[in-house]
């Protein structure tokens, strides 16, 4: 079988770019050859900085003959049926057709259309010149005299080459032979552009790796990750160093090099005085490296950094590193900059008084400084929600609300709310907006803040995402809640909400954040009162908008739950549209499944939901159903034992439920598994007694009124 070997060559492709390329590449050309009626056994994408690669084996060498018939109108049809039917088949006249006689439907047309197969170049050769001009580049540019001309072709950077060859291992392959904008394939590439810029001529995927390899190219983007991360981790080692790891930055750095060389390089002692995540930012966005720290001394920074360079140089690097060390010592300087004005007095001090006295603030101290700005400069947070300071304002008033529901001071709350936004104005986060938050909580222990405040600070924007931690500490929490629901109520109110795939303002992790919190946190909150108090500050929040806000956050439940493993049917059953305790359902579901995974839960389930059917039967037929059960019509034992039972069960199962012990509710209708059994096996319910039938179906009613305190047993499944 035939094996496929495409690169595309151009210059440099931005590193953010190339892995997902690469897989838009295999993904449009082995649909292709799909679609062509080609098959293949295997295909792998590879990539570097200058070239995406198709390594694509076991090919069919020639798609199947086809044969088919297309059925078309009655031979008595309207001259326009038969003409739209012609077009459809290709055909050019109704005498190319075949007559086809049916008893029913009488003579109609038949088109017998022959397609021979194609030899899998000349599709390929089809192909790629399609995929390469309607490639989904987010960015792409065109070059040279062409360029001017309409159609002209577009890549992410200047296309340089294709190389394109087929053939089966045991024979010479072939040169897929095509053209676009004067770029024709052939069985050439180049290799690293400074230390092997010469011709490589290759036949297939095997020798073609291992000429670029001794070329100064390493094809696999992986591979040329684990030999960044293994040399960077044995050289800061050979230093007494740790390397400090960042998945992000190693993939970046893979995607800026064809052959990595690790390098170390250095910065002076005095910048160590900076914040350790400023120097790690300051020295991965500008320089593309990574930082090291003294082995075995925490998370302390040393002066020396790695970085990847793309050639061997003759000094062993030493150039490189030393250019390098000058930026990243210039871009430290800003830092420092950055780092010690933030701690000093705001040049408009004077001008802060107002919006001092309006938060509670001391301007001796710097963050209070930056908070009262903040307010001052009357910074929009929403055209329609108002400023940054009128919204600090609401999430202050709403911490102290939730202060005590979470167990915080909600002197402490407010102060951390007041502070919570006041890094937006620093130095340092405007230079860095990643570290809003943490840079808070420096400069409040800086300023001797108590370290709850200090905490929520940094930590009322978690959880960023399903795999952020949860803030425990409860001034923390109640922020976090403040912040998160008083952005949620404001949208609403507005009318902005998510939309399909839309979600400008991350509204779903907002939503998810508190649930995470509250289900995490094992927190009890009523949320309707929430959003009543919360909505009360905006023109726009009702009664529907409040509905609609607590649905919105029974899909994010759901959503959450479901990716712990929860059954959706159980999150179904127990979910009613007044659920405004997101704990209480999370207890909820978890006893039902515990319930439902025992026998009595299984059996009771099948009686309930027999009970459920009766009773939807016979009040869809308009059968009379007793208002109350009277045991005088009783006629069977079974009877007055299921209302024995009933009583009790919904009795106790209801006083277990106000206790909030859903595992004692759920016991207390286990009772009722043997009664309902014994109903069933031993009962008629359409007796034809009309008063002794309406009696037994509002029996019936009660099992499902005792079932229903604790879920809805018709939505669940079995």
Request: glycine share 8%; charged share 30%; net charge positive.
């Given at each position: 079988m035939p094996d496929l070997l495409l690169e595309l060559?151009?210059?440099?492709?931005?590193?953010?770019?190339?892995?997902?390329?690469?897989?838009?590449?295999?993904?449009?050309?082995?649909?292709?050859?799909?679609?062509?009626?080609?098959?293949?056994?295997?295909?792998?994408?590879?990539?570097?900085?200058?070239?995406?690669?198709?390594?694509?084996?076991?090919?069919?060498?020639?798609?199947?003959?086809?044969?088919?018939?297309?059925?078309?109108?009655?031979?008595?049809?309207?001259?326009?049926?038969?003409?739209?039917?012609?077009?459809?088949?290709?055909?050019?006249?109704?005498?190319?057709?075949?007559?086809?006689?049916?008893?029913?439907?009488?003579?109609?047309?038949?088109?017998?259309?022959?397609?021979?197969?194609?030899?899998?170049?000349?599709?390929?050769?089809?192909?790629?010149?399609?995929?390469?001009?309607?490639?989904?580049?987010?960015k792409s540019m065109r070059w040279g005299p062409a360029s001017a001309k309409p159609g002209s072709l577009r890549w992410v950077r200047p296309l340089q080459s294709i190389l394109c060859t087929f053939g089966p291992e045991t024979e010479e392959p072939v040169v897929v032979d095509f053209e676009i904008d004067g770029i024709r394939s052939g069985n050439t590439t180049y290799g690293h552009r400074f230390m092997a810029p010469g011709e490589i001529t290759v036949r297939r995927f095997d020798d073609y790796v291992s000429k670029l390899e001794a070329a100064k190219v390493v094809l696999d983007a992986d591979r040329r990750k684990e030999i960044i991360l293994a040399d960077a981790r044995n050289l800061a080692f050979a230093n007494g160093l740790d390397l400090v790891e960042d998945e992000g930055l190693l993939e970046e750095v893979s995607g800026l090099v064809e052959w990595p060389v690790v390098l170390m390089g250095e910065f002076e002692q005095d910048f160590l005085a900076i914040p350790a995540e400023v120097i790690r930012l300051t020295i991965r966005a500008n320089q593309k490296c990574f930082v090291t720290r003294p082995q075995g001394e925490g998370e302390a920074l040393s002066n020396r950094f790695i970085l990847t360079s793309n050639i061997e140089a003759r000094d062993g690097g030493r150039e490189i590193a030393h250019g390098n060390g000058k930026v990243v010592r210039a871009r430290l300087s800003d830092a420092l900059y950055f780092w010690t004005t933030d701690q000093g007095d705001l040049p408009d001090l004077g001008e802060l008084d107002a919006s001092a006295k309006k938060f509670g603030l001391d301007l001796k101290k710097p963050l209070d400084q930056r908070m009262a700005r903040l307010d001052h400069l009357g910074v929009t947070f929403h055209a329609k929600l108002g400023t940054q300071g009128e919204r600090v304002g609401r999430i202050r008033r709403l911490a102290e609300e939730l202060a005590p529901t979470v167990g915080a001071d909600p002197t402490l709350a407010a102060r951390a709310a007041v502070l919570a936004k006041a890094d937006l104005t620093t130095e340092v986060v405007g230079e860095f907006p990643e570290l809003q938050g943490a840079m808070g909580r420096k400069y409040a222990l800086l300023q001797g803040e108590h370290p709850s405040v200090a905490a929520a600070i940094e930590e009322h924007y978690k959880p960023q995402g399903p795999s952020d931690y949860v803030p425990s500490d409860p001034v923390s929490v109640a922020v976090a809640l403040a912040d998160k629901l008083d952005t949620l109520v404001g949208f609403w109110a507005i009318d902005e909400k998510p939309t399909g795939s839309k979600d400008p303002y991350a509204l779903r992790r907002a939503a998810l954040g508190v649930v995470r919190i509250l289900v995490e946190d094992r927190i009890q909150l009523r949320l309707s009162s929430l959003f009543a108090s919360a909505g009360a500050r905006y023109a726009g929040s009702g009664a529907d908008q409040i509905r609609d806000l607590l649905a919105f956050f029974h899909d994010r439940l759901k959503v959450y739950l479901r990716d712990q493993g929860a059954r959706h049917d159980l999150i179904d059953a127990v979910i009613t549209p007044q659920s405004d305790d997101l704990l209480q359902i999370v207890r909820r579901v978890e006893a039902l499944g515990s319930f439902l995974d025992t026998e009595d839960g299984k059996n009771l389930l099948a009686g309930t939901k027999r009970a459920a059917n009766i009773l939807a039967a016979e009040e869809k037929k308009k059968t009379a159903v007793a208002e109350t059960v009277e045991p005088a019509l009783f006629k069977e034992n079974a009877e007055k034992s299921l209302f024995a039972a009933v009583n009790q069960a919904e009795k106790q199962a209801g006083e277990a439920i106000q206790n909030e012990d859903f595992s004692a509710a759920m016991l207390a209708l286990s009772a009722l598994r043997e009664p309902v059994d014994s109903f069933f096996e031993g009962v008629l319910v359409n007796d034809e007694d009309l008063s002794v039938r309406a009696n037994r179906l509002a029996l019936l009613t009660r099992i499902r009124a005792a079932t229903g305190q604790v879920a809805d047993f018709s939505k669940i499944a079995g």
């Open positions: 060559r151009s210059e440099e492709i931005p590193a953010r770019m190339q892995r997902k390329a690469a897989g838009d590449l295999k993904k449009m050309l082995t649909d292709g050859l799909v679609e062509a009626g080609l098959t293949y056994e295997a295909a792998r994408e590879y990539w570097t900085p200058r070239r995406l690669t198709l390594d694509i084996r076991g090919v069919t060498a020639r798609s199947k003959d086809i044969r088919e018939e297309i059925k078309g109108p009655s031979t008595t049809a309207p001259e326009q049926a038969v003409q739209g039917f012609l077009r459809k088949a290709g055909l050019s006249s109704v005498a190319e057709a075949h007559v086809h006689s049916d008893p029913k439907k009488g003579d109609f047309y038949v088109a017998h259309i022959s397609k021979p197969g194609r030899a899998a170049e000349e599709i390929i050769a089809d192909l790629v010149p399609g995929i390469i001009r309607n490639f989904p580049w987010p």
